[in-house]
Nanobody, 123 residues
């Protein structure tokens, strides 16, 4: 599956952004999806993941209560709604897909990756 992330940008602290990740192919519902982020000089870290049906989600503690992951299998798209953004949320955000069930937090568990979209939160 090929992934295309979009929706990043520059926002003030406290603001909101919605990221989208569009997938190619007709089997999007077979993939669990995840969002990861990488700040300059830091390792890529888990943000959130969603199972194939959209009924199961998991979040990193740092974003819990502020971010919401969702998916629309009819549109082959996964979303990340980000509210109450903080400067420490600044990073390149990547979407990822895995064909197996479950929605792990480990980047190595995902087979396909999008190109990333930059999110910058100013203080």
């Amino acid at each position: 599956v090929q992934l295309q992330a979009s929706g990043g940008g520059l926002v003030q602290a406290g603001g909101s952004l919605r990221l989208s990740c569009a997938a190619s192919g007709r089997t999007f519902s077979s993939y669990s999806m995840g969002w990861f982020r990488q700040a300059p000089g830091k390792e890529r870290e888990f943000v959130s993941a969603i199972d194939r049906s959209g009924s199961g989600t998991v979040y990193a503690d740092s974003v819990k209560g502020r971010f919401t992951i969702s998916r629309d299998n009819a549109k082959n798209t996964v979303y990340l709604q980000m509210n109450s953004l903080k400067p420490e949320d600044t990073a390149v955000y990547y979407c990822a897909a895995r064909v197996d069930s479950g929605y792990p937090r480990f980047a190595t568990s995902y087979e396909s990756w999008g190109q990333g979209t930059q999110v910058t939160v100013s203080s």
